[in-house]
């Protein structure tokens, strides 16, 4: 699987369809044949059908931020348990699925450039994530099949159907009681970016309408999973060899105003199942859906098996801007959100965002961002240039002229590279998660409890341990870090980690001492292989017949 991680949120075009119809589930898929070109009748047949399910190489292409990066890692899960063969070659592959981003143009245009090279190289192509949820109507995926955002349990059957050259298109919302739920069963087969990492979605959707935001018309309005069914995924996943979780959605704050619980609530529940030595990462939330629980969240994120660092983007130091945007906050409310948890848990690690060129920000607007920015000298700083996403509010405004733009972020770059983020932090002594492996390949990358990143020796028996390093030196982004001399390597994983590319899942239909293939599995995988064989002979009597 190839994946590109990146993080916000998204709104709905006159152009485009409606909720209605987008929303709606369909109780009947009409397949389309796609039409062959000089091909014989009885050749078509034989294209069409005689394909054997579950055989194939498939290559999973995932862009975005955490949450879509848990559905790839679900839809390829999913695939590999029907017996599909998950590959990172792409040449090498019979069909590809690229699950989408929409949050900024740059990420949409890697996206469309990656569809038209697929379909230049003749391969059977499946599209997912928020671009084709929210415009399925493009021209460059006209006649290309679609999983839902919701819909990421029937890729199996989607991508089945492109296989024998069908479009098939699901875009319906997953609802109990016609009330939208957070989407597809936390419980499915997947397969790990990262063995060590679970990314559990909590929640998809959110209660905002940004003008800039194009997300919403994809992920629509708020839907909570019950916490029971995200604490079962905690568990499973620390049974599997996980050491860290991240909780992942589209505002982590919101979570639980439409199933009457609390984000708190379901914090608390989470931390009682994390085992000793593993932690827990917590999401993004906007301003206004924390500010009611600082005194509650301050005691979690000072929770030594949860890491004290929160994602909160300001987006703008204006509140004429934050008002055009429809953020729904102050930027005094922001301050109040960082001063309380910055007084209540030293240390803590508070991530922004920044938006710089918002069509109504004038100088004097952006002159309050840099304020803001020099006041707290985030650590952690996302900066992005506003790029008119089509049909939104936004894209309608009168805009700031490029070459500002460009200024306004760079000069925004600047100050954020001008000051010292970690030096005062050479010489201490902190105990580390090591969990991944560095950009370079040439370091394994820790976390301490304030999840700022610190770099390690990239010595195997060093991974899944929680270790202790003095700190010997700093970057802008990372902490170097060297390991006190007989210190204890602790393991920080329950069990054994799954090994790369194996299936989450499927290990708990197993017992303990076997190593047979669940009965479930073997059934689905014949009935696969009868059907495929079926289809042959019966083209190939249709063939005998006709000739």
């Not at 090498?92 to 090279?117: G, I, M, Q, Y």
Request: charged fraction near 25%; include cysteine.
């Amino acid at each position: 699987m190839s994946h590109g991680l990146d993080d916000i949120e998204d709104i709905v075009s006159l152009e485009d369809i409606t909720p209605n119809e987008r929303f709606t589930n369909k109780t009947d898929v009409i397949p389309k044949s796609k039409k062959r070109h000089n091909v014989s009748p009885k050749q078509e047949e034989l294209v069409a059908d005689s394909i054997v399910p579950g055989t194939q190489k498939i290559y999973v292409k995932t862009w975005g931020c955490s949450h879509n990066n848990s559905d790839g890692e679900y839809m390829a899960g999913q695939l590999a348990t029907y017996g599909y063969n998950i590959t990172d070659k792409a040449d090498d592959a019979d069909l590809w699925l690229l699950n989408s981003c929409t949050v900024k143009n740059p990420a949409e245009d890697h996206f469309r450039n990656e569809v038209k090279k697929a379909q230049k190289s003749g391969k059977h192509l499946v599209v997912s994530g928020c671009v084709p949820q929210a415009q399925p109507r493009m021209e460059y995926i006209n006649g290309v099949s679609i999983v839902g955002v919701q819909q990421i349990d029937r890729v199996v059957e989607v991508v089945e159907e492109t296989l024998k050259g069908h479009t098939v298109r699901l875009l319906g919302q997953k609802k109990a009681a016609g009330k939208k739920i957070g989407g597809a069963s936390l419980n499915l087969p997947k397969i790990r970016k990262n063995p060590l990492i679970e990314i559990i979605a909590i929640n998809t959707g959110c209660l905002n309408q940004c003008t800039y935001c194009k997300t919403k018309y994809a992920r629509g309005e708020l839907g909570s999973y019950p916490p029971q069914e995200i604490v079962d995924r905690a568990k499973q996943s620390f049974q599997e060899g996980v050491c860290e979780i991240w909780l992942t959605s589209e505002d982590l704050g919101a979570y639980g105003k439409d199933i009457g619980v609390t984000i708190v609530e379901l914090l608390w529940q989470l931390v009682e199942v994390i085992p000793e030595g593993c932690m827990m990462r917590i999401g993004m939330t906007n301003p206004p859906y924390i500010l009611e629980h600082l005194e509650s969240i301050s005691k979690i994120l000072s929770h030594p098996r949860v890491y004290s660092f929160l994602h909160v983007p300001v987006q703008s130091g204006s509140d004429c801007v934050l008002a055009d945007m429809k953020r729904e906050y102050t930027v005094d409310d922001f301050r109040q959100v960082a001063d309380f948890l910055k007084e209540r848990v030293p240390g803590v690690t508070i991530a922004t965002d920044v938006i710089c060129g918002f069509p109504t920000e004038t100088v004097e607007d952006f002159k309050g961002t840099l304020k803001l920015i020099e006041d707290y000298k985030f650590p952690s700083l996302f900066i992005n240039q506003f790029f008119p996403r089509p049909a939104t509010p936004a894209a309608k405004m009168h805009q700031v002229p490029a070459d500002e733009k460009k200024r306004r972020t760079k000069e925004v770059s600047i100050l954020f590279k001008s000051y010292e983020t970690y030096s005062n932090k050479i010489g201490e002594i902190q105990n580390v998660l090591v969990t991944e492996v560095s950009h370079d390949k040439q370091y394994y990358v820790a976390h301490n409890k304030f999840y700022e990143q610190v770099l390690v020796p990239k010595e195997e028996r060093f991974l899944g341990k929680m270790i202790t390093v003095k700190i010997v030196s700093t970057g802008k982004h990372y902490l170097m870090g060297e390991l006190i001399e007989n210190s204890k390597l602790v393991t920080a994983s329950i069990a054994q980690p799954l090994s790369k590319g194996e299936i989450s899942g499927v290990r708990r239909y197993l017992p303990a001492t076997s190593s047979k293939t669940p009965l479930w599995l073997g059934i689905a995988v014949a009935v696969a292989i009868i059907a495929g064989f079926l289809d042959i002979v019966k083209i190939s009597y249709q063939y005998i017949l006709n000739t």
